[in-house]
């Protein structure tokens, strides 16, 4: 289930289908000169979907994109990403400086500004230096490749206290023709310190129409994105963005849709459990199955309650079986739930059933939960669906991170 | 607003009011051979008020006392309290542990069966040691007195990671006489490890009719226990009694009902403050006041998720006014929220308002977040209804305690 392989991976991310020219270079942005401004250019005019943070605090590039989205009828031909600085909470200037970026790009691209979308992740509440990403912008336009090492660059240049860049690309035939979807993301937590956050790009080389490509990135998200957590907080600039350029001469309809949603769910879950394993502090990836459920909602709804527990996170982060923590969390997520007919496993070591704990098998479960990529189910007595949301352990570190931190 | 002390408190527990004896002793349930059976008398017939737990996965002990009250129409002589073991998930052997332990109370004090109220606190999942009980209450009943060291013994025996005992009484005037409200609690998160965990005791000397003592139990409840976060969590156990035996001569109506609450509400919050100052790892109490509410649920619920949220706790025990992360919180609640009117304060240093920082702030904010008792507030800029919640940081110590306990 947590397998990040399958028989269609290929190397690469964003860049690798083919039409799409990406680049990372170095603003002066972060104070300590790393990469923090990235260019994703699709040479063929594409169409883009995407999907918002859901925060009332919502942050100027967000507002920007999704004016854009509108104006544009989806037709995309850029994305311009900066790390270093969320711009959020930053007033009117904060949207004329998102303006400002996506108009600087449109005129070294050619198109018109409402073809470009832009991001932004890193310290809330501190004025984007304009200036600087003005400066930058011929320079990354300049250095816009199509090899996979340009994608790189890129996914380098959207990271912030990330330990890892997050790619991911695979290959499926649709109408006999091959094609490719790639993406890259960054996040170290659904929320960072100080910090606005989770971003994922994704591109295709196939041709998608509007409304299916919107219907495949909700659906995909839902199961990926949607379905991960840190630390349970949602950032003012959480977004994902998917392009299609149709460069590979495929077509997506509605026969081909299931093949190609496979394809970007599995490309958007590699980006989404990397999140996930390079998560502060983190030193083990579950998975946190809740089956049994009244509605799916409900399954969903405990599933991410037990994996946002702290008390479920210390105690798998300690490698102990506290098979009462998962009980004890199932019973206030405000979902239907029969004690006698619940179930816990750790693994696939049954702990507690009809009612009753089976305590000797805790040494084995301990053993378990001394790996690093685990699995813990919840059944909730009380129907037949089921749902599956992945998180980290919650570990010391976690803290010192997060209380360390300093703007 | 976080004062304990005001001109009508006095020393001691639940023993300050009159008519009122308690013990604790070791009956052998903790494997240290501490103080783990507690049990309160009231030496005249009185009538008791009790709220439960929410959580679905309901401990034994809180069916047995529920099944009681409705029994004995509220009518009340003793409660009896063990810590070491939760009798929580125990199945029907547990039900039978927590009937018998009831049994031989009343056989002891000499009242019905249903006059008596049972609580466990300890670790879920373990069969409750019941011929320890059995064999260690006729010495918890030999050792009944009323002084208040009767009470504080009786409250230490109910503490299991508890760094300290909590006790509170007042005093207030009805009718021309002294009326006394005295209060116990335990608990050192919402939920300790493995633990379950938050119960309170109250007693009073004033005759209160079964009516009032239970609209009054929830008033001040909502406003103390219920607005108290350690960690989000909600045990199978919690629970908050309040006994009233009508010793003082003095009789609640409506019109002294207000006086009887504000004494029972600030029994109830320095018992919930205390538990929050005594939570794992803590080592600062914060109180977080959420204005500017569309509705007072909406204020609730924003300071919950402020007070819940690991990057706001973090933050603070780091000292560092990180304001835009309660800025983030505000806006994922799923409350009405205005970015353009939202304001933030630490302590009454405004950090964000007008839609713009005012980072100069920031240093002077850093000063007063070193101290111990703190306040945080944040207006949502959608009305003009507020409410208040206490909670403590998240120190690396609380991952420690909670990563390192073993069943």
């Keep these: 289930m947590m397998a990040l392989t399958s028989a269609s991976t290929i190397a690469g991310g964003v860049t690798a289908p083919r039409g799409f020219r990406a680049a990372g270079t170095s603003a002066g942005i972060k104070a300590n000169g790393g990469l923090d401004l990235a260019l994703l250019v ?4 594409a169409q ?43 007033g009117d200037d904060g949207l004329q400086a998102a303006r400002d970026m996506a108009r600087e790009t449109a005129r070294l691209v050619g198109c018109p500004v409402e073809q470009v979308l832009v991001a932004s992740t890193g310290v809330i509440g501190v004025a984007l230096p304009i200036d600087k990403i003005r400066g930058g912008l011929p320079a990354t336009f300049a250095a816009l490749g199509n090899g996979a090492g340009d994608g ?10 990330d330990p890892f860049p997050k790619e991911a690309a695979t290959q499926i035939g ?5 094609v490719r979807i790639g993406g890259m993301a960054k996040g170290s937590g659904m929320i960072e310190p100080m910090m606005a956050t989770m971003l994922g790009f994704v591109t295709t080389d196939a041709a998608v129409p509007r409304a299916l490509l919107d219907r495949a ?18 950032s003012t600039n959480d977004c994902v963005m998917l392009v299609a350029n149709g460069t590979s001469g495929a077509a997506v309809d509605e026969s081909s849709y299931p093949a190609f949603l496979a394809g970007l769910t599995s490309v958007c879950r590699e980006l989404a459990l990397g999140i996930v394993r390079g998560g502060e502090g983190a030193t083990k990836l579950v998975a946190v199955t809740v089956t049994g459920g009244a509605t799916s909602a409900d399954a969903r709804k405990a599933a991410k309650a037990i994996a946002n527990s702290l008390l479920v996170k210390t105690a798998i ?16 997520a405000g979902v239907a739930f029969d004690l006698s007919r619940a179930a816990v496993r750790i693994g696939s070591i049954v702990l507690f059933r009809d009612g009753r704990p089976f305590d000797e098998a805790a040494p084995e479960a301990a053993a378990y939960l001394s790996g690093s990529e685990l699995t813990v189910s919840v059944d909730l007595g009380a129907g037949s669906e089921s749902s599956t949301v992945w998180t980290c352990d919650l570990s010391a570190d976690y803290v010192r991170i997060n209380a360390e931190y300093r703007t």
């Design 42 to 45: 699709s040479d063929a005019p």
């Design 48 to 90: 883009a979907a995407a999907v918002f943070t859901t925060n009332l605090a919502v942050a100027a590039p967000v507002v920007v994109s999704r004016e854009h989205l509108a104006a544009s009828g989806g037709a995309t031909r850029a994305i311009v990403v900066n790390s270093g600085c969320a711009n959020a909470c930053t």
């Design 152 to 161: 790189a660059l890129a996914a380098r240049a959207i990271m912030t206290t």
């Design 174 to 178: 649709i109408g006999g023709l091959d």
């Design 217 to 234: 990135l909700r659906a995909a998200v839902d199961d990926t994105f949607n379905a991960i957590t840190v630390d349970g907080e949602c």
């Design 317 to 332: 982060h300690g490698g102990d079986p506290n098979w009462g923590r998962l009980i004890a969390v199932a019973g206030r």
